[in-house]
Nanobody, 127 residues
Framework: QLQLVESGGGLVQAGDSLRLSCVASKSTFANYFLAWFRQAPGREREFVAAISRSGGNRGYVDPPKSRFTISRDNAKNTLYLQMTSLKPEDTAIYYC????????????????????WGQGTQLTVSS
């Protein structure tokens, strides 16, 4: 079973940039499509960005798609989320998620479509 470990969260100020990382435990990482979700206190987990196995297909949720960039390095078994112009409303626990997809280069955006999750990394954006 693939295991995911997020890092890179912390306390930043509004307007800052930050990059989150998610390292996977297995070399079959390239067989999975991946995504970032986030969950703020008292709210449901929500989709942020997703990427296909090859990295050629990416999707983002509005409105942050112009501030966030998802990428992956299959050689390093690592998923990234580059975030710019951070806002207090971006404060949440950020989770990476994976789903095995051997025969397609698509991605998913719903929580229920992913079966491997990391433990999350907390991001707090102060105003």
């Amino acid at each position: 079973q693939l295991q995911l470990v997020e890092s890179g969260g912390g306390l930043v100020q509004a307007g800052d940039s930050l990059r989150l990382s998610c390292v996977a435990s297995k070399s079959t990482f390239a067989n999975y499509f991946l995504a970032w979700f986030r969950q703020a206190p008292g709210r449901e987990r929500e989709f942020v960005a997703a990427i296909s196995r090859s990295g050629g297909n990416r999707g983002y949720v509005d409105p942050p798609k112009s501030r966030f960039t998802i990428s992956r390095d299959n050689a390093k078994n690592t998923l990234y989320l580059q975030m710019t112009s951070l806002k207090p409303e971006d404060t949440a626990i950020y989770y990476c998620a994976a789903r095995r997809a051997l025969y397609s280069d698509t991605y998913a955006t719903r929580v229920a479509e992913f079966d491997v999750w990391g433990q999350g990394t907390q991001l707090t954006v102060s105003s």
